[in-house]
C-alpha cells in the first residue's frame, strides 16, 4: 500500500465516481492507457483487483470499495489544503465588511459574495443588512467597506460628498407577487388596470423609513394587511390572503408557491437604482465586491 500516490488515488476515485475509464480519461486530460496503467499500479499496490471489468464499465470490487472509503477522504483533505494555500497566495485574503440595503441583501449581494469566495477563497466576507442612511453613516465610519444603497425617486438626497459612488445598471424593476393559485399566477405580464380590485398587503416599519404599500399608481388600494418582514408578507401571500409589491431584484426569495409577476404601467415613471457606495480609494477586496455585484446582475435579469 505504500506504493500508491496520490495520482493513483485521484485517479481511482474518479473512475469509481464515472464508471469508465473512457470517461476518467476525458475529464483528466489523460489517455485511457494511462489511466488503465494507473489503476493497474493500484492494483499491485493493493495486492488484488480493485474494480470489477463489465460490459458497460466498470465497478469497484469489496477491495476496492474499502481502499475507496479512504482514499476520498485523502483527495479531499488535499483539495483543502490546496484551497487554504491558495488563500495564502491571494492577496486578497483577510476580511471584507459589506452593507447592503434589504432588497439587495436579499438576493443580488449574497450571490456576489459566492463568486467573490469562489475566485478568493481566503477572502471572509461579513454582510450586514441595514437602511440606506444606517449603511452610509457606517462606511463613513469605516466600520463597513462596501455599501449597496437604494436612490432614485422617493428617497432622500443623501450626503455623497467624498465617498466613491458607482451605480449598477438597471435590474429587474418592480413587480408583484402572488400566490401560485391565483388567477395571475400564469400570467406573463398584468396590465396596472387588473390590480385596481385587489387585496395587499402592505410594509410596515420605522416611521419615515421607507415601505412597499400597494401598487403606487393606484388612486385607490384595499390594504387588508401589514407586516414589517419579507417573510411574514410573503407568507401572507402564499396563503391567499392578497398580493404585494415586490422588486424584481428580490423576486427569487419567493417560496416556491408564490410567483413574481411584472406589470404594465405606463403611469409609473419612479425610477430607483442601485448605488455602490465605498471609501475614495477603495482596498482591491471591496474593488473586487463591486465587480462581482456588476457581473451577477446580469443572471437576475432572466424575464
Known amino acids: 500500500m505504500s506504493e500508491l500516490t496520490l495520482t493513483g488515488l485521484r485517479v481511482l476515485v474518479e473512475v469509481a465516481r464515472r464508471g469508465s475509464f473512457t470517461a476518467t480519461a476525458e475529464a483528466l486530460g489523460y489517455t485511457q492507457s494511462a489511466i488503465s ?11 488484488g483487483p480493485l474494480f470489477e471489468r463489465q460490459a458497460r464499465g466498470v465497478r469497484p470490487t469489496p477491495a476496492g470499495e474499502v ?19 491558495a488563500g495564502l497566495r491571494d492577496r486578497l485574503a483577510g476580511r471584507l465588511a459589506v452593507g447592503a440595503y434589504p432588497t439587495a441583501a ?68 418592480l413587480g408583484v407577487a402572488v400566490s401560485a393559485g391565483h388567477p395571475f399566477a400564469a400570467r406573463d405580464q398584468v396590465d396596472v388596470a387588473e390590480l385596481a380590485d385587489q387585496v395587499w398587503i402592505a410594509g410596515t416599519g420605522e416611521e419615515g423609513a421607507p415601505q412597499f404599500g400597494a401598487w403606487p399608481t ?16 410573503l407568507g401572507m401571500v402564499a ?22 409577476i411584472p406589470v404594465h404601467d405606463p403611469g409609473f415613471t419612479r425610477r430607483r437604482r442601485t448605488l455602490l457606495v465605498t471609501a475614495p480609494e477603495p482596498a482591491p477586496a471591496a474593488q473586487a465586491l463591486v465587480r462581482a455585484l456588476h457581473d451577477e446582475l446580469p443572471t437576475l435579469i432572466t424575464r
Open 239 to 260: 396563503a391567499g390572503l392578497g398580493i404585494s409589491v415586490l422588486p424584481g431584484l428580490a423576486a427569487a426569495t419567493a417560496p416556491r408557491d408564490v410567483r413574481w
Open 67 to 85: 481502499l475507496l472509503r479512504h482514499a476520498r477522504k485523502v483527495v479531499a483533505h488535499l483539495e483543502a489544503a490546496d484551497l487554504e494555500i
Open 106 to 173: 436579499a438576493v443580488l449581494v449574497p450571490r456576489a459574495i459566492a463568486r467573490l469566495r469562489a475566485e478568493h477563497p481566503g477572502l471572509d466576507v461579513d454582510l450586514r443588512e441595514a437602511g440606506s442612511p444606517a449603511l452610509l453613516r457606517r462606511i463613513r465610519a469605516r466600520r463597513i467597506e462596501v455599501a449597496a444603497i437604494a436612490v432614485g425617486d422617493g428617497l432622500p438626497d443623501y450626503d455623497l460628498d467624498g465617498l466613491r459612488t458607482e451605480p449598477l445598471e438597471p435590474g429587474p424593476g
Open 218 to 233: 393606484l388612486d385607490r388600494a384595499t390594504i387588508g394587511h401589514t407586516a414589517a418582514s419579507w417573510q411574514t408578507r
Open 37 to 47: 496503467r494507473q489503476i493497474g499500479a493500484a492494483e499491485d499496490a493493493a495486492g
